[in-house]
């Protein structure tokens, strides 16, 4: 081989590595955008369920975000699925948007790992696909939007260490086992007990975020347990079924954490219980429909965009329950929002 062609070749190997470079760079900048989509957008909601409350109230941020999107002409249509809590039914409803063609999906992953292949799928058809509260593990997605949930976990596991001094006997109560944001309050706390060898847990419940349930899991739980020194409840509705099992059985309320469940604010109030929660806000849902649009409207979006967690204690609670009436009895007081904290949101 003469210098001439081993130069040629040379040069033509670097060529094709830099285009390759340039390739896999702008695969990761588009975040599955393309840019040949154009307003107005169809936006998919993948609901895995309807049923609690708090997904209601989400979904009616969506819907609220959605119309004022209308309004700037940046949305046309908004496409809502309900898996009742099947995991199978969400990627057949996410399947089906991606053969409708719509331009943005967001969901609530109803399992970490089953929607990854469905979920790749419509990010590789250029389709904005914005994932909140509970996660999936693919990264192919455009934005993933969460607060911290072990810190969420750490922090009530901390609080209940500071109540009890270290020591006791105390209840869990996880949301369903199997979906990110249970999972990883729970792991969350563990260090924390961890360190606190004093702090026992002598049990432990998965029950589905709706008071009713947790009510009948704690029932069964104070007649198989006497004596019960705190509840380290990861999650409102759980927190509010905990203090209302309590209050029937005629046991003594202890210190419980919580989350911003209307009921659970106002028990904690009435009861005088010492208390602690925080708040997975409800608009979470209007903030994933925003960022979609953002991304494909062009805008640089975070590929993970942090929420802040809340602290709800003697200090501050009273000025959630001020607004209580704002909600539904077995609702959540949530935070207000608006375009300005979103785009600080998306700023980070």
Same mark, same amino acid.
């Given at each position: 081989m003469n210098n001439l062609e081993n130069s040629r070749r040379l040069l033509a190997g670097a060529a094709a590595a830099a285009l390759l470079v340039l390739s896999a760079g702008t695969a990761s900048a588009a975040n599955c955008i393309k840019g040949d989509r154009k307003a107005p957008y169809t936006v998919g909601w993948a609901n &895995?369920?309807?049923v609690p409350t708090w997904m209601k109230q989400t979904e009616g941020t969506i819907s609220a975000e959605v119309e004022e999107l209308k309004k700037a002409g940046l949305v046309k249509d908004l496409m809502i699925t309900d898996a009742q809590g099947n995991a199978q039914t969400q990627i057949q409803h996410i399947q089906s948007m991606i053969d409708a063609n719509v331009d943005a999906i967001v969901v609530i992953a109803g399992s970490s790992n089953a929607l990854d292949r469905v979920i790749? %799928? $419509?990010? %590789?058809?250029? &389709? $904005?696909v914005v994932n909140f509260d509970s996660l999936v593990n693919t990264d192919k997605v455009t934005a993933k939007i969460n607060? %911290?949930? @072990? *810190?969420?976990?750490a922090t009530a596991a901390k609080w209940m260490v500071e109540q009890l001094?270290?020591?006791?006997? &105390?209840?869990?109560?996880n949301g369903p086992a199997g979906i990110s944001v249970s999972d990883d309050r729970r792991?969350? $706390?563990?260090p924390v007990l961890d360190a606190n060898p004093g702090l026992e847990v002598i049990t *432990?419940? @998965?029950t589905e975020y709706n008071v009713a349930p947790a009510q009948e899991a704690m029932t069964s739980l104070l007649f198989a347990n006497p004596e019960i020194d705190g509840v380290l409840s990861l999650g409102g509705a759980l927190s509010a079924g905990s203090v209302m099992a309590f209050d029937r059985q005629g046991r003594e309320q202890v210190p419980t954490s919580g989350e911003n469940a209307r009921q659970f604010l *106002? !028990?904690?109030k009435e009861k005088g219980l010492k208390g602690w929660a925080t708040m997975q806000p409800n608009w979470l849902g209007a903030l994933s429909v925003y960022t979609a649009v953002q991304a494909l409207e062009g805008k640089d979006v975070p590929a993970f965009i942090k929420v802040p967690l809340p602290v709800i204690d %003697?200090?501050? &609670?009273?000025?959630? !329950? $001020?607004r209580a009436a704002d909600f539904p009895a077995d609702g959540y007081i949530y935070s207000d929002y608006d375009k300005a904290l979103f785009d600080k949101l998306l700023a980070q």
């Open positions: &895995i369920y309807s790749s %799928d $419509a990010c %590789d058809k250029g &389709i $904005a607060t %911290d949930s @072990n *810190e969420w976990g001094g270290g020591k006791g006997k &105390i209840i869990v109560m792991k969350g $706390a563990q *432990e419940t @998965n *106002e !028990l904690w %003697d200090s501050t &609670i009273d000025g959630y !329950l $001020a």
